[in-house]
């Protein structure tokens, strides 16, 4: 086998991680980018999007409600459908209660905001080892994008491919809401100038609130595509949080396509990093971290910022 | 300042003294003769077991159900008297899955708390972590389910006894099986921690024992979420076995990923040790390959029904049904030290430690196929060990496993344990809570 043909599969690899990485990143990446709080809670509403789809989902989603048993009857599709639309809505509604203990913060030291959100993640955490207990559950996924496919010689999983798919095609909505939308205009002008908009005769409260409930529910869309990948149980916030901050870091802080780009570089340090020395690949992100911010400070994109133009 | 002033005033040095002696002998005289007094207190002074389990971290599931093993062993004995006549408390801490968590919390068990005895951990890291500082102060320590080879190894100690299976036991109860079945080109995929890696070196000697080929062993850090690229380097390999060591969170993730991508059935998966708090939960799908373990609830033998019914009875609000071996060991090893201590009337650490080295276990009592030993060169136990794989034929929803035969303990016996040099008596520091 060429070192070309062995590389190729873990080249693919990684960018369908990397793309799966930015799709964690965007809603930590549009709450720091419009509100500039360092959403530390990004990783227990991620969680908590896994669980509330869980509860929709399945009857053995530890919510069984009687009055759902009509639809848990209904085949997959419909249900995972359903799941990956309203589960988000929720979450995003409920955290719109986080930002309103945002509010007295704003304007004042980011520590605050930082140490709010802190809490906020032990707080959803605890909440969902209350409501769901502490041991793992599986996200039930149709069956059409479960399994493994053959492609030369190598098993690939489909729900991956879907996922990164999936991711894609997120990355490009919010990309065009943000470029092409009113609505988008009016979220990078507050990104850019909060008392502009403000002046402009916006109302800059609800413009923050809906952008958290936004930034939520992208958070809550990360955890259900990726909860089939790594499981749905009270801690993996952290792990979506900690490569989220990565990103944003290492994009450059309110970047659109730096936060994409990093995910990719993410995804291929990760990927390649197992494949050839598996016990780097866990912090192989935190040095390309640290390689790129020693000679750009400001991340691959930080003057570039798609917010700050 | 003023207030300062008056109140200094208020109480002389004097004074103060004074009513400390005409308090003191009130004391006396009400509370003595002393000796008497120590004697009333101590007989109804509770033993206190200091359970150091995990309640956070990549074994938080499996800390939390070892600790409900050892309160059901504890409040059976509280049911019928207690020990020695006297009540059984507990204290307990999350250790974090943290080596430096495990020595604070034992530092503080022995030295605030003063408790009898120790037990728990699932983490090899912690285990050996807690029992260095038991030794220090001769207090003793079961280590329930942490099964590095080395914890009755070379990190041995007089005050510590292994209840679990270590991973050469399981390895050995797999390891010719599974050459013979599927082939001998092995690749070790394990955890890179201390467990992983020894339980690879294990592997790695048992097998090639057998003749075995490894050819590769690729170490996974622990944390670790996404095993694709490790998935496509096996694929790559084209081992005809795939040895596991990994274990905790990290070893479910991997479970879900291989499910996944369908690539369960398309290698032979040979796992080490599959705890039971790792699987539940997932569907009876959910294992494949061959491990093994060290109890199972469906395992036909007298006691287990009943054992798995008071489990139910105690704990109906869990989401782990039915006891697994990791509840198991903690239920056993609780009981078993109780009542070494009813048997020996006596807290004191020499006496016990003496009485549970080569302590035979009954195995109708153990709930397993064959007697159990706790060797005294090594203080780990020495038990069945059984070959498991995935249940095509579950009969309920909890029924995961189908148990494929039983080892005996000779048959399975680490040879790490003879790196194991145990303190002498006259080493271990005399400990005694009274």
Known sequence: MSTATWLLPHLINGVALGLLFALIALGFMLIIGVMEVIN??????????????????????????????????????????????????????????????????????????????????????EMIRVVWGSSEYYLPIPRDISGGFIFADLIYSTYRIYAAIFACAMIALLWFFLNRTPYGAVIKAGAHDNEMVRALGFNLSRLRLLVFAFGAGLAAIAGIIMAPIWGVRPVVGIDAVIPAFVIIVLGGVGSFWGAVTAGVLVGLAVALTAAFVPDWSMISMYLLLLAVVTFRPRGIAGRASILER | MTKKTSLMSAISRRSLLRAGVAGGAAGAAFFGPFKHNRVLAQSEKPIKIGLTMDASGMYANSGQSERRGAIMAIEEFNDNGGVLGRPIEHVWYDTETTPQTGTRVAERMITRDNVHFMMGAIQSGVANAISQVA????????????????????????????????????????????????????????????????????????????????????????????????????????????????????????????????????????????????????????????????????????????????????????????PGNVFHQGYMAAREMLRVIEEVGSTDNIKLIKAMEGRRFAAEDRLQHFDAVMDPNSHHLQQTIYLATGNDAPRDDTDYFKILAQAKPEEVRSEAEAMCNLESYEDTPSYDQG
């Open chain 2, 135 to 322: 030794q220090k102060y001769g207090c003793i320590y079961l280590n329930t389910n942490s099964s590095s080879p080395t914890e009755a190894g070379e990190n041995c100690h007089r005050v510590k006894f292994v209840f679990d299976g270590n991973g050469e036991n399981f390895t050995r109860a797999t390891s010719k099986n599974a050459i013979e079945t599927f082939g001998p080109r092995w690749l070790i995929i394990y955890s890179d921690y201390v467990w992983g890696q020894d339980t690879k070196d294990a592997t790695r000697e048992v097998a090639t024992s057998y003749g075995a080929e490894i050819m590769d062993e690729v170490p996974v850090p622990v944390g670790t979420r996404d095993f694709s690229g490790f998935l496509l380097r096996i694929q790559q390999a084209k081992p005809d076995v795939v040895a596991t060591a990994i274990g905790g969170d990290d070893y479910k993730v991997l479970r879900q990923q291989v499910r996944d991508m369908g690539l369960e059935d398309q290698i032979a998966w040979v796992g080490n040790q599959q705890d039971w708090p790792d699987i539940y939960g997932l569907g009876t799908d959910a294992a494949f390959g061959v491990f093994g373990t060290t109890f199972y609830h469906y395992l036909d033998l007298p006691g287990v029904p009943e054992f798995v019914a008071k489990y139910k009875a105690r704990y109906p609000e869990t989401r782990v049904d039915v």
């Open chain 1, 40 to 125: 530390l809670a990004h990783g227990s509403i991620f969680a908590l999007g896994a669980y509330v789809a869980l509860a929709i989902m399945a009857p053995d989603g530890g919510l069984p409600f009687a009055f759902m048993e009509p639809f848990y009857a209904l085949p997959a599709w419909p249900r995972y459908a359903i799941a990956l639309v309203v589960a988000p809505i929720l979450v995003g509604a409920a955290c719109m209660l986080l930002e309103l203990c945002l509010r007295p913060t704003y304007g004042k030291d980011p520590l605050y905001g930082l140490l709010l959100t802190f809490g906020a993640a032990l707080v959803i955490e």
